[in-house]
């Protein structure tokens, strides 16, 4: 970890257990404070910090343009999470006066775990619904002035609203390669739930032993495309140091081996010690530390950014690991082959992805969806021209992506 890394964490912990945070003004005044920010802002945990930098700055005077724009994204983030949870407590509301069956899922369902509840940033909101009800919620959510979006085939349907929160209607939580007993997994869902208080109201979450597995299955999906950041390690440190005593820890170790991600589950609560100091419950210590591949794993949370999309060249070489189906298919004789994978990947492989769904119909659509690709890849703003070409010439990608599907094997994801 860098200092700026452990400078971050340090602050961070301070935040997320609501203590006193020290730094001398000799230390702080060295500290660029800029790239704090940055850091914080890439893994969404700006808003969470503020408290303890707003503290700082009181005592020895940060930057007063820096200052400025940390606290209008702050009043931004927590204007938004109180009527956002006003917005879709009335959508709850009105979807069980249906008789439609509905769980809250992700940052609403766990933000009251954090001691400021309004500083967990959050994208947009999550409803779960049986298969069955899917069109009708459908229904329900547009007469209440939601746009959905063109495709309602996928696993979750976007709804869009002015000045409202966006709705994402789930009828399926997981379909991941990487999972055993799916189906069980869903059945027990429903089986399971508690509820919080949204707004006026009483909504159903996940049970907290449901809750514990679906955050680690939802990073574990995304360290396997992309990678995960600060803030999703919190959700889990959160839920687990303000519930530890109403977890039953053993139901939450037989279910991870039944859907197979005990392995990532043990490397998780590992990380979250090491970081966070968080105690790990002794029913999920299933292997000894393997610090190696534990500081591997720290530092590819560190360098991903909330969706691990921080750095263009390990972006690509997560595109290699994906766009391939076993360790053999890295090993690229030259450049030309390398770039076939990362722009050309078969038909299987971009069937998976949402914006592709169309080559599933028939073989002829695969070059439309490379066009599409190679479009969509020329249109992207996060990383400019210069950054994609050099990804081409990148002498260093493979041994990224080898040491990357070597991680993510360590961690049973692949």
């Given at each position: 970890?860098?200092?700026?890394?452990?400078?971050?964490?340090?602050?961070?912990?301070?935040a997320i257990y609501n203590r006193e945070f020290q730094i001398d003004k000799c230390k702080a005044a060295a500290v660029n404070w800029d790239e704090i920010y940055k850091e914080a802002r890439a893994h969404q945990v700006h808003t969470l910090v503020f408290p303890i930098i707003k503290d700082i700055d009181s005592k020895v005077g940060l930057d007063e343009k820096l200052m400025a724009v940390w606290n209008i994204s702050v009043m931004s983030c927590g204007i938004q999470m109180i009527c956002g949870?006003?917005?879709?407590?009335?959508?709850?509301?009105?979807?069980?006066?249906?008789?439609?069956?509905?769980?809250?899922?992700?940052?609403?369902?766990?933000?009251?775990?954090y001691p400021k509840p309004e500083l967990r940033t959050m994208g947009d909101a999550d409803i779960l619904v049986h298969e069955e009800d899917i069109e009708k919620a459908t229904e329900v959510l547009e007469n209440l002035g939601y746009v959905s979006s063109k495709d309602k085939k996928t696993k979750h349907i976007e709804f869009?609203?002015?000045?409202?929160?966006?709705?994402?209607?789930?009828?399926?939580?997981?379909?991941?390669?990487?999972?055993?007993?799916?189906?069980?997994?869903?059945?027990?869902?429903?089986?399971?739930?508690t509820s919080i208080n949204?707004?006026?109201?009483?909504?159903?979450?996940?049970s907290?032993?449901?809750?514990?597995?679906?955050?680690?299955?939802?990073?574990?999906?995304?360290?396997?495309y992309g990678g995960i950041g600060l803030r999703q390690l919190c959700d889990l440190v959160m839920v687990v140091e303000r519930k530890r005593n109403e977890i039953n820890w053993n139901i939450v170790q037989e279910r991870s081996i039944k859907y197979g991600i005990d392995n990532f589950i043990c490397a998780i609560f590992m990380v979250c010690n090491r970081l966070f100091n968080m105690e790990i419950p002794a029913e999920l210590i299933f292997r000894n530390a393997d610090e190696e591949k534990?500081?591997?794993?720290?530092?590819?949370?560190?360098?991903?950014?909330?969706?691990?999309?921080?750095?263009?060249?390990r972006t690509s070489a997560n595109v290699l690991i994906t766009n391939s189906n076993n360790a053999e298919e890295l090993n690229y004789k030259n450049k030309l082959s390398r770039a076939r994978r990362i722009l050309f990947p078969n038909r299987n492989i971009l069937a998976k992805r949402k914006k592709y769904l169309y080559v599933r119909k028939s073989p002829i659509f695969l070059p439309f969806a490379w066009i599409h690709r190679i479009v969509y890849g020329f249109k992207r703003k996060d990383f400019n021209f210069n950054d994609k070409k050099a990804i081409f010439n990148d002498k260093e990608l493979n041994i990224m992506a080898k040491e990357r599907n070597n991680l993510l094997e360590w961690l049973g994801l692949r």
């Open positions: 970890m860098t200092a700026k890394d452990t400078l971050l964490i340090e602050i961070l912990c301070a949870e006003v917005w879709l407590g009335e959508v709850i509301e009105t979807l069980d006066a249906l008789g439609i069956e509905t769980i809250v899922l992700k940052g609403m369902a766990i933000n009251k775990c869009f609203k002015k000045n409202a929160i966006s709705i994402e209607l789930h009828r399926l939580l997981i379909d991941y390669d990487f999972m055993q007993n799916k189906e069980s997994f869903h059945d027990e869902i429903w089986e399971n739930t949204l707004g006026s109201i009483k909504a159903n979450i996940l907290w032993e449901m809750q514990i597995l679906h955050i680690c299955i939802h990073m574990a999906s995304h360290i396997s534990l500081d591997r794993l720290i530092n590819d949370i560190l360098a991903g950014g909330n969706l691990g999309n921080n750095d263009i060249h």
